[in-house]
């Protein structure tokens, strides 16, 4: 099975500051299809997950452009660009590659 | 509007059945997979199976092979999440939804299973 790990664990951020969380897995992400199934999602306090990004890098829809997805192969990063105070929450990168898919730890964003 | 609509919270006994469910409306409920996604309590996501309402194939996670029974009713536009004899572990929320590609789109609001004599 592969093993999906985030660093930090917890993030505080002053407000406008930039954040960046990454996402390693135990395998390849790549897929022979050409596309790398790595996906990030936000769970907001009392709230379910909201995906954010999808194969890496795409915004689902009506995610704001301050949150940017890159990497490839097994190492990824998730970047905010100005934490705003909705941001805050556990972020989870996720395969899919793999059947089932697996979540990363989560890592929890709180401000300062 | 794509919208998953969950069942409300139960609190049941360890040794007693339980079945959930999440009814879909906004797009073509037999089009897409549904998935039911574990979070125990102050713990991280853990995917607990799919199915394909168009035609009820269901995949599991092996953690949960034989644990749970993911059906689902196209007529109703409605997917379930059972249980036959609840434990203590098994609080947690429960969340389903849409498999769109390889990726969950859109999600119910959860369902809190509390087990507890």
């Known amino acids: 099975d592969i093993v999906m790990t985030q660093t930090p664990l917890s993030l505080s951020v002053t407000p406008g500051q930039p954040a960046s969380i990454s996402c390693k897995s135990s395998?390849?992400?790549?897929?022979?299809?050409?596309?790398?199934?790595l996906y990030w999602y936000l769970q907001k306090p009392g709230q379910p997950p909201q995906l954010l990004i999808y194969?890496?890098?795409n915004r689902f829809s009506g995610v704001p452009d301050r949150f940017s997805g890159s990497g490839s192969g097994t190492d990824f990063t998730l970047k905010i660009s100005r934490v705003e105070a909705e941001d805050v929450g556990v972020y989870y990168c996720?395969?899919?590659?793999?059947?089932?898919?697996?979540f990363g730890p989560g890592t929890k964003v709180d401000i300062k | 509007e794509v919208q998953l609509v969950q069942s409300g919270a139960e609190v049941k006994k360890p040794g007693e059945s339980l079945k959930i469910s999440c009814k879909g409306s906004?797009?073509?409920?037999?089009?897409?997979?549904i998935g039911w996604v574990r979070q125990m309590p102050g713990k991280g996501l853990e995917w607990m199976g799919i199915?394909?309402?168009?035609?009820?194939?269901?995949r599991y996670s092996p953690s949960f092979q034989g644990q749970v029974t993911i059906s689902a009713d196209k007529s109703i536009s409605t997917a379930y999440l059972q249980w036959s004899s609840l434990k203590a572990s098994d609080t947690a929320m429960y969340y389903c939804?849409?498999?769109?590609?390889?990726?969950?789109?859109?999600w119910g609001q959860g369902t809190l299973v509390t087990v507890s004599s």
């Open positions: 939804a849409r498999l769109r590609l390889r990726y969950l789109d859109y």
């Open positions: 906004g797009y073509s409920f037999t089009s897409y997979w």
């Open positions: 199915i394909y309402p168009g035609d009820s194939d269901t």
């Open positions: 395998q390849s992400l790549l897929h022979s299809d050409g596309k790398t199934y």
């Open positions: 194969e890496v890098s």
């Open positions: 996720m395969q899919s590659i793999q059947l089932p898919p697996a």
